[in-house]
């Protein structure tokens, strides 16, 4: 497969093409003037204020100095599918990625595509998604340049049900290139989280499409936080932590995406021949809730208490309960007592 590396046509969603624009030119965290944005842009003054009014909301802040212009409290680094392909190296060849500033939500538009006929490894990445979506329907809350959101389709010859296990194999994927980066640290909450010392950092969302009996076209998103910031903390329910915090600075969010795609081609390989079972004892060694008494909320509101034992072969969790040893193959755990 020949690689392709793009900036796709911006979409016209609640953040203006004119605001990532001009958030491009304030990305080095250096002033610029009003003036000199305008000239650069091809727009006026006033189209100017108006692209950065506002992006407080989505967690930016844009200082305005008399007689210096504007600057971002921090810099930025935006995703740039040329660099991405030069830290991807030799494996480049293997994608298809898209980058763009603004969707809906990068799995949607995957699965949308995966139906149309997508090539295997196509990855859409986006600065900012305006209805991301995280597991059991949950929202993902997100920040350009705080955050990296993707999407990778993956297509098996197999159906669905030899698919079992897929998410806790991505998991593995992402905490092996979290430790390149230097979060070594980082462990697997089962199905799909990933967690730095008891806060989330990182989840995963899987849709299939296919055949029971294959093929199989699966659609993977992952969510990162990379640096973010108070006002974007503040709308997530639940304890959160970024790389910059684990890895003790941020790391450029280009190379990131590049090693997760590496791990997640690896990792996807290995799984397209042999299934869950060659990552498990990979997997259960970096089980956050390993041999830890655990509650399990089951999907009809049955609460199940018990000794996490790891997971099966095909991914499902093992509790040791009151009545014996039990396999779950859905269900949301939590620390016994409290906790992540």
């Known amino acids: 497969m020949t690689g392709r590396f793009v900036r796709a046509p911006i979409l016209q969603f609640p953040m203006k093409a004119l605001s990532f624009q001009a958030l491009r030119l304030l990305a080095d965290g250096e002033f610029r003037s009003g003036e000199t944005m305008a000239r650069t842009l091809g727009v006026s003054r006033a189209s100017v204020w108006n692209a950065l009014h506002g992006l407080d909301e989505t967690g930016l802040e844009v200082f305005k100095v008399r007689g ?7 810099p930025l680094t935006m995703l740039d599918s040329a660099a991405v392909g030069r830290a991807l190296g030799a494996r480049a060849q293997r ?10 939500s990068t799995n949607t538009a995957l699965v949308q595509r995966a139906a149309a006929g997508a090539g295997n490894a196509s990855v859409i990445a986006a600065e900012w998604q305006t209805a991301g979506r995280g597991r059991r329907g949950r929202v993902w809350h997100a920040a350009p340049g705080a955050s990296l959101t993707f999407s990778l389709l993956w297509r098996f010859q197999q159906g669905a049900g030899f698919l079992s296990g897929l998410s806790l194999a991505v998991g593995v994927a992402v905490v092996r290139a979290l430790a390149a980066l230097g979060a070594s640290d980082a462990g697997l909450k089962w199905p799909n989280d990933v967690l730095w010392r008891g806060r989330k950092l990182a989840g995963t969302l899987i849709e299939l499409q296919g055949d029971m009996l294959g093929p199989t076209a699966a659609v993977i998103g992952i969510g990162l936080n990379c640096r973010l910031p108070d006002a974007l903390r503040e709308r997530i329910d639940q304890p959160v932590v970024d790389l910059e915090t684990a890895c003790g600075a941020a790391p450029d969010r280009n190379r990131t995406l590049a090693l997760l795609l590496i791990e997640l081609e690896r990792v ?53 309960t009151a009545r014996g040893a039990r396999r779950f193959h859905s269900g949301e755990v939590s620390l016994r007592g409290g906790g992540a």
């Open 68 to 74: 210096r212009g504007y600057r971002l409290a921090r």
């Open 95 to 104: 994608f298809t990625l898209e980058v763009i500033d603004s969707i809906e």
């Open 268 to 320: 996807l390989e290995t799984f397209a021949c042999d299934g869950f079972a060659p990552l498990r004892v990979e997997w259960q060694r970096r089980h956050v809730h390993q041999r830890k008494s655990v509650r399990l909320a089951l999907p009809d509101g049955e609460m199940v208490s018990g000794t996490a034992e790891g997971v099966a072969e095909h991914g499902a969790l093992l509790l040791a």
